[in-house]
């Protein structure tokens, strides 16, 4: 292997001041993140979430499961609490919703349970209003939807394949507002594709993401495996047109450390990121930046290498 030759270093403040800079900016911008607060953090919005493969049963003990929705243009689970007036009110919307669209539209209630929000409470509600949808109890899948925005009530909107198209989260100003969003969907659905992230090693779905038509999806972060380096994911996340699936690749980490890792734990991280730039800088001396942290291959540490180092870190690279 011929060495490449070595580049000429210039005082001025050319590509090694910008990348400096770049690097600063950067590492402030993953530790601002990393330091804001859950108490500061918006809810998360249920749109593109995926529960076709929720399974439970009703307040009267009957099962159901995601397969309602196949046969359904668009399902509607509204989030409940018997003791809530307001969650009182629109059941009588919901219930005027499922009259009116017929079988164009499935209604379900999702219970919010506490001491005094029990199935049995429900019961005797559905029983007095005389409401004929099904009202459910939280499972697993359908618990997440719940967690994502703590509000009761709140609605949600699913499409055949299981994915939450619309969130409406608080009270509705009145029947008219919950038949307009329903009239909107239905005939005019949105499209999504699920891309499943799979792991090379052990073949187990790390993650399904549902992906609008024509957008990107976001792939999780990799399982670590001892002995092995995650190196990229075989396959095309972006533009998805259809349902994808795609394998997460792992090598064995040679005998001389993995590319990047500077401190050889197994895993780049935005330590080694600094570790590498502080040696570049002439700050510390670092064996491991030595071995593992020339990225370019051209024979010297840099804040080029650096900022490389940085990006795989952050999954950017």
Known sequence: MIAAPQKKRTAGPGFGFIAIMLAVLLFCGVFSRGAVSAANA????????????????????QPINGSAFNSHELTIIHYFATWSPDCIREMGYMQEAADSFGGDLLVIGLLHE???????A?????????FTYRCVLADRVLSTLTTLYPMIPQTFFVSPNGVVVDH???CFEGYSQLS??????IGHMPEYHSVRFYDGLTGHVIARVSVLHGTDATPPAAPHHPG????????????????????GVYVTIPENGIPGDVDNNG?????DALAAMRHAMGIIYSGGAEQRGDMDGDGHITITDAVMILRIAIGIS
């Open 42 to 61: 918006e809810p998360a919005n249920a749109v593109g979430v995926y529960i076709g493969d929720f399974s439970t049963v009703d307040v009267y003990g």
């Open 114 to 120: 506490d001491a005094t929000s029990t199935a049995f």
């Open 122 to 130: 429900c019961r005797e509600l559905i029983e007095s209003y005389g």
């Open 168 to 170: 409406f989260p608080g």
């Open 180 to 185: 307009g969003i329903v009239e909107g969907l």
């Open 228 to 247: 092995y380096v995650f190196s990229g994911w075989d396959g095309d996340y972006h533009n998805v047109t259809e349902d994808r699936d795609i394998l």
């Open 267 to 271: 895993f780049v991280t935005v330590s």
